[in-house]
């Protein structure tokens, strides 16, 4: 099974652009609140339903520590889609 992208929505409250120094990007997947967190020096925090999920740092960029974290994000997922525990599943 492939895994299914996730939509993410950024937050509109933070600051963007050059001098933003933290994105926030949210998405929902089966019930699940996704959150992921960036920073410009290359790290990024995902929070899944308010728990803190993973982190990662020391990439080139936010962009490269976003799309780290979001591979993640879609292995989490997609691990709870296939191990029946999300409510896609019933």
Known sequence: MSKKPIH???????????????????????????????HPWGEADLK????????????PSDGDAFREIEDIAEDIEDHKTRDGQSPSAI
């Open 48 to 59: 899944i339903n308010g728990k803190a999920e993973a982190h990662v740092e020391g990439k």
């Open 8 to 38: 993410w929505n950024p937050d509109l409250s933070y600051p963007t652009g050059k001098g933003a120094t933290e994105q926030r990007f949210t998405a929902t997947v089966d019930g699940d609140e996704l959150e992921i967190d960036t």
